[in-house]
């Protein structure tokens, strides 16, 4: 039976250890995938690129970059979401133009709204564009985390890494893109003792502030 969302992020933990003989098929790694891209944004703008890496080799010499964590490679899957650097005018005239090809609009419809966020966008720093693009891959990150989920995959998301040192190994930097937050993704290994832990939450009553 399908579980709901509750059901699914309550079976989800933090992986420790992944099965590495198991490999999610494409299809499965292409539906969290695209939740992620189906996540709302700030204005839409989707800021980020999912980097897909399912080549062991690759994923081996993140580890020593990510503090020696080894979910970092020991997974069928480890997505990288980098935030763009190269948020400009050229970005999000992009952005707009795809709007209007999109929803049938005229040329020119969304010119109001292009000036808006010009305006926003331009009024930051290049390092505060870096950390608004980062705070919208989070929201993918969720996303996919919750999909993920849903599709009884395992995953286990990252932050403790050294964005330098991955943007240099991954080549980002030459690609407009700093990595975010690291998303593993496979299957629990049944000798995984952290799948017994009882889920550390706050009470509904102590997160919650009503007013
Ligand atoms: C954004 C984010 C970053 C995280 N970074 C790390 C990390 O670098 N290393 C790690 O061991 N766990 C990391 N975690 C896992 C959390 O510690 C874990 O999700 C949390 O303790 C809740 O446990 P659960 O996922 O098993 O429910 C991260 C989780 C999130 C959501």
Same mark, same amino acid.
């Given at each position: ?13 933090? @992986?420790?250890? /992944? ?9 499965? @790694? %292409? ?16 800021? /980020?690129?999912? =980097? ?17 964590? %080894? ?19 050229? /970005?999000?005239?992009? /952005? ?5 090809? %999109?929803?049938? &609009? ?22 505060? *564009?870096? @950390? ?18 849903? &599709?009884? @995959? ?5 932050? #403790? ?18 990595? #975010?937050? &690291? &998303?593993?993704?496979?299957? *629990? ?10 889920? =550390? ?8 502030? *009503?007013?």
């Amino acid at each position: 039976m399908t579980k709901t969302l509750n059901e699914a992020l309550s079976w989800r933990y933090a @992986v420790n250890q /992944f099965d590495t003989e198991k490999i999610i098929p494409e299809a499965t @790694v %292409t539906a969290i995938l695209e939740a992620g891209n189906l996540m709302p944004t700030a204005y839409g703008l989707q800021p /980020f690129t999912f =980097v897909v890496i399912s080549d062991p080799t690759i994923k081996e010499s993140l580890v020593e970059h990510a503090y020696g964590q %080894t979910p970092v490679a020991q997974n069928s899957h480890l997505i990288v979401i980098a935030a763009r650097t190269d948020i400009d005018e050229s /970005f999000i005239a992009e /952005f707009t133009a795809r709007i209007e090809s %999109t929803r049938g &609009l005229s040329s020119g419809s969304t010119d109001e709204y292009k000036a808006i966020m010009v305006r926003d966008i331009g009024s930051r720093t290049s390092e505060e *564009r870096i @950390v608004w693009a980062k705070r919208q891959a989070f929201l993918a990150l969720g996303g996919m985390m919750a999909a993920a989920s849903m &599709l009884e @995959v395992d995953n286990h998301a990252l932050e #403790g890494f050294n964005p330098t040192a991955f943007d240099g190994v991954l080549g980002l930097k030459e690609k407009n893109l700093t990595a #975010g937050v &690291l &998303l593993a993704l496979g299957y *629990r290994k049944e000798t995984d003792e952290s799948q017994h832990y009882a889920k =550390v939450r706050r009470s509904l009553d102590d997160i919650i502030l *009503r007013m």
